[in-house]
């Protein structure tokens, strides 16, 4: 991969990082548990995308530290908002 290839790379993950974070937001304004679990799903989808890129670009501490922070946020969901 070459220098330009890697900056966009990273710019992806940079967008997936905040679409998961306004998706997992976006949760806790939801009005309806449909509404929140579509929230929870786009969170984990976009998370679970950004994982997969950090490992391809051989971010292990950021593929860490994402991974830790879906599985905060499939506790909150499980606890708060799952019947």
Not at 28 to 50: L, P, V
Not at 57 to 63: A, I, R, S, T, V
Request: hydrophobic fraction near 35%; glycine fraction near 2%; include cysteine.
């Amino acid at each position: 991969m070459n220098r330009e290839q890697r900056q966009s790379k990273l710019a992806s993950l940079t967008h997936l990082k905040a679409k998961s974070e306004k998706a997992y937001y976006d949760m806790y304004d939801a009005h309806s548990f449909r509404e929140a679990s579509d929230c929870y799903r786009d969170a984990k989808y976009s998370f679970y995308d950004a994982i997969g890129l950090a490992s391809e670009l051989g971010l292990e501490d950021e593929k860490d530290a994402l991974s830790q922070r879906l599985a905060h946020i499939k506790a909150v969901f499980h606890s708060q908002f799952a019947a």
